[in-house]
């Protein structure tokens, strides 16, 4: 008798778990909703970031940003910095530095976009000026294709397009555009 009672006992916690999830489960509009919405959500995100990068003690870079959003939880994963992005670039006792409004790192393509009032001062006193840059880490190649500007200690080059090496020895404004002053 007690072996029918517990496998009426099992079968009514069967019934009764069913009934729950069966009762519990809803496909309200909104919850889905909230699903998707959550799956969008940053991985992690980091407030007044001040990141530093340092190699055999010497101190190579420092980034610096008023928040990061990290979509490492993504198919396509990438780094955003919504607010804006200060990385500042040691050679030496030479230091170089990156400003952009907004700035992208895709991890799986190795390229960083940089967007609105993008400068780079070099301590070579040349600066560029553009409102869009591309970074290749892997081929360490800058790169753009709107209007740029290059001032250096002796001229002011404009134009559209931009290419250069990372360390600017090989900086070249493309599509060239002004006045200029030619003599015979």
Not at 112 to 121: C, P, S, Y
Request: aromatic share 14%; proline share 2%; charged share 20%.
């Amino acid at each position: 008798m007690k072996a029918k009672s517990f496998k009426y006992i099992q079968l009514n916690l069967v019934i009764a778990l069913a009934m729950t999830l069966f009762f519990s489960c809803n496909n309200d509009y909104n919850t889905v909703n909230n699903i998707d919405v959550l799956a969008n959500e940053p991985a992690g995100i980091a407030d007044s970031l001040n990141l530093k990068y340092t190699d055999s003690t010497f101190l190579k870079a420092n980034l610096l940003s008023p928040k990061m959003h990290d979509y490492s939880n993504r198919n396509f994963p990438f780094t955003e910095f919504r607010e804006g992005v200060i990385l500042h670039i040691y050679e030496g006792n030479e230091k170089n530095t990156v400003f952009a409004d907004y700035g992208i790192v895709y991890n799986d393509t190795d390229i960083i976009d940089l967007r609105g009032n993008v400068i780079i001062a070099m301590s070579t006193k040349d600066t560029l000026f553009t409102e869009q840059l591309y970074y290749n880490k892997e081929n360490k190649w800058l790169f753009n294709n709107i209007k740029a500007t290059l001032k250096s200690k002796d001229y002011v080059t404009n134009g559209v397009g931009f290419d250069s090496n990372d360390d600017f020895t090989n900086a070249q404004i493309l599509e060239v555009t002004g006045q200029f002053a030619v003599t015979e």
